[in-house]
């Protein structure tokens, strides 16, 4: 019987198709006109706001659902979980945590500058953390909120089906703020985003009634009045002038935002930095642990610690590893590498009146908005005239029974018909004639007569005030301003809600730190050893053989040193690297692999290692023979990749690096050695100073390739070191000279079996 059942559900589930459901179409065509029906609609109901009120669909719903639900700011709050509920079953069709997301936004004071809804419970933080889930919040409708909705009965704006349709929904609201630029947007649809800041709100409306005076006024005299953005999280904007108007110009840009910060004092020359404002959406918990993340890596030297006192206020605490550093220098620096600056873009790319997507500047969003509130303005007074009429014509009817009081009341009580006869004796409408058949008995004394004619009065002086506004174009401006400062009131600057919270300055112009001043100068030994381990260990070390090293490893090079230099490595790949001593591991263990500190192959070794001076030039030579004369300031290297002096040929790899003597450029000879222990000596002239390059030859090898080569003033001799340490001098070192290029002749007696001259003396 089972098997039955489950034979018949999928033989349900596998029904062909009818003929008239099945549609014959090009299959690309069926897609792509499926793909830009949802291309369409993601752009028009989700992502781009309306220009006219800022919103976008889902806020447009929320808002309105919550009218209808009467939760006005002065009346009491309701569950979240029941207002996403009525939204979602009236008007949008869509997840309820979707809907709850874009309303928790609208309460969240450091996401829009004028929230729309006021929320009780826990609606999230500056931190990142969530909101509670709906059935713990409550909410209601702000007073801004009441002004983007001020008018909606009065037929100021156009209303739609429902997606059941079985109810209306506003397609716009009547908007008496300019809520898109108040509030800002983002989104992200189809092939093409928007991003739009928020500003100031009285500032905007400044700018308004400037465009109601001067309608061609250009972007440059608008950002008189309109100072740039203002974030709800303040902060610092350090744009430059130039580029602000260009952006507001065009639509698109971008505006520099930095934290607000200020130098606090902790007595004997130290101090502190505390942050108070951060960027615009940037979560503070995730910005300190990138700064802690930097300070641990070392990256940003100048700062000792950083830690968050914040309670309802943010404060931000860094310490600087040093009461010398200059403040503005250290901010420059954390401002370069966190998100203590960062960028807000700018695309203002919105749903235009006839629902189109277009990039606007600031005027043209501001004659959008203008235009539309003419338009409310216009519907307004006409539903108002209408009103009028109808109550006109009642009126009209009352006093006309009034004045045929007896025969009225004549008429009601003997006539089967009493209605038809009104009309017939008083030549009444019927709209007339039924409301006189309304009227209650005690609307007929005196008082009532007395405030019937002066309720008529008003309204015809009301009636002739609205028909001369609807004849009036300059008029229905003039109105327009008049509501527009009105509203201005509530945005008031001095007030908390409208004053300004980010200001407007240019970036200051500091010098970098010096580094050095945050490192205690001491001297310290490097220790490299030959597998590329390095590390430091206190004072100039005198007894190398006191040196531990991992088992299997050895001695490669000491250098004696301060904390504050910079150690110099030359590569058999041809780079240079620079490290920063104060950085390198101390001395406890091993210390680590300098691949860790800098991009060096598994296959590169270190070939000289040196405390950079800046004023030398040193002789480097690949295995090939070939070699250079370079200058230390050529060699240094700003990041960890390393600069590349020398280019070995193919098969070979760099062998030397030794300084040149100071001297007579005349008496600077240079003495090479082979690996087939052939020697030759030729002046240093003959070398070329370059900053990079693959050199020229200096000696010429039948076999092997070069060993070693060092450059020696002539009048103070050749020397090598033995193995035992000892320093020899070669006397006959003339007899070796020829020309670079030559193959030399065999090494003098004594040289080193390694080949090598030994460290220089």
């Known amino acids: 019987m089972a098997r039955s059942k489950s034979k018949s559900k999928s033989a349900k589930a596998a029904r062909p198709a009818r003929a008239e459901e099945i549609f014959l179409e090009p299959f690309n065509e069926a897609l792509s006109q499926r793909y830009l029906a949802y291309a369409l609609s993601t752009i028009t109901a989700r992502a781009l706001p309306d220009v006219r009120d800022g919103l976008k669909p889902v806020h447009r719903r929320i808002l309105y659902a919550m009218r209808q639900m009467k939760l006005a700011p002065a009346g009491g709050f309701k569950k979240s979980a029941k207002v996403v509920g009525e939204v979602m079953g009236n008007f949008h069709p869509h997840g309820d945590q979707a809907i709850y997301d874009a309303m928790v936004r609208l309460v969240q004071d450091f996401s829009v500058r004028v929230p729309l809804i006021d929320g009780q419970g826990n609606f999230g933080n500056i931190d990142g953390d969530n909101a509670a889930a709906m059935r713990y919040t409550e909410s209601r409708l702000t ?25 209306k929904e506003p397609i716009v609201l009547p908007a008496a703020f300019p809520n898109l630029l108040a509030n800002g947007a983002s989104g992200i649809a189809v092939g093409m985003a928007t991003s739009i800041p928020p500003h100031n709100v009285a500032e905007l409306i400044d700018a308004s009634l400037h465009l109601i005076k001067a309608p061609n006024a250009r972007t440059e005299t608008l950002l008189k009045y309109v100072k740039g953005p203002d974030f709800p999280t303040g902060g610092l904007c350090v744009e430059d002038a130039a580029s602000m108007e260009e952006a507001y110009a065009t639509g698109r840009g971008g505006f520099r935002i930095r934290a607000r910060w200020e130098r606090e004092d902790l007595g004997r020359g130290r101090y502190q930095i505390v942050i108070t404002e951060i960027p615009y959406q940037v979560q503070k918990s995730r910005l300190i642990e990138k700064i802690a993340e930097l300070i641990q890596a070392k990256k940003l030297p100048a700062v000792a610690d950083v830690r968050d006192e914040s309670a309802e206020d943010i404060r931000l605490i860094l310490e600087p590893r040093s009461g010398n550093v200059d403040p503005a220098a250290l901010m420059e620096t954390v401002f370069k590498l966190t998100d203590l600056e960062s960028r807000f873009s700018l695309n203002m790319n919105v749903l235009d009146a006839r629902g189109a997507p277009r990039v606007m500047g600031l005027r043209e969003v501001l004659q959008s908005y203008l235009a539309h509130r003419k338009d409310v303005l216009v519907r307004r007074t006409r539903f108002r005239l209408e009103k009028i009429a109808r109550r006109l014509e009642i009126l009209d009817g009352f006093l006309i029974a009034y004045l045929n009081l007896d025969e009225v009341i004549r008429i009601i009580r003997y006539e089967d018909e009493p209605k038809a006869a009104l009309m017939k004796a008083f030549k009444l409408s019927d709209v007339q004639a039924e409301a006189i058949l309304n009227m209650r008995l005690r609307s007929l004394r005196k008082l009532e007569e007395m405030e019937i004619k002066t309720e008529h009065k008003n309204l015809k002086a009301e009636q002739r005030q609205l028909k001369a506004l609807m004849k009036s174009d300059d008029a229905q401006w003039k109105k327009i301003a008049d509501e527009l400062r009105e509203v201005r009131k509530v945005f008031d600057p001095k007030s908390d809600i409208g004053r300004r919270r980010t200001d407007i300055a240019d970036a200051p112009d500091v010098e970098e730190i010096d580094l050095d001043i945050l490192v205690e100068k001491e001297p310290v030994t490097a220790v490299i050893s030959e597998k590329g381990w390095v590390r430091t260990m206190k004072g100039h070390v005198e007894d190398a053989k006191s040196i531990k090293y991992k088992e299997g490893d050895c001695q490669g090079f000491l250098v004696p040193a301060m904390t504050t230099d910079k150690l110099m490595l030359f590569a058999t790949n041809g780079k ?186």
């Open 576 to 761: 240079f690297y620079a490290l920063d001593v104060a950085a390198l591991p101390g001395g406890r263990g091993h210390g680590e692999p300098i691949r860790l500190m800098a991009d060096m192959g598994n296959d590169d070794a270190v070939v000289a290692a040196f405390i950079y001076r800046g004023d030398r030039k040193f002789l480097v030579a690949s295995s090939s023979g070939h070699g250079f004369i370079v200058a230390e300031g050529d060699c240094l290297s700003t990041t960890r990749k390393g600069k590349q002096v020398l280019n070995p040929p193919a098969g070979a790899e760099a062998a030397v690096c030794r300084p040149v003597p100071a001297g007579a450029a005349k008496t600077l000879m240079v003495a090479s050695v082979g690996e087939n222990k052939k020697f030759l000596v030729f002046p240093a002239a003959d070398l070329p100073e370059m900053s990079r390059g693959k050199g020229v030859v200096l000696q010429k090898f039948h076999k092997g390739g070069l060993s070693d080569a060092k450059v020696f003033s002539g009048p103070e001799g050749l020397t090598w070191t033995d193995r035992s340490g000892r320093i020899q001098t070669v006397d006959d070192w003339k007899s070796y000279l020829g020309k670079r290029a030559q193959a030399g002749r065999i090494a003098p007696k004594g040289f080193p079996t390694s080949k090598k001259f030994g460290p220089d003396s």
């Open 143 to 167: 007073r801004a909120a009441q002004l983007l909705l001020d008018g909606i009965d009065e037929d100021t704006v156009d209303f739609r089906e429902t997606y059941d349709g079985e109810s």
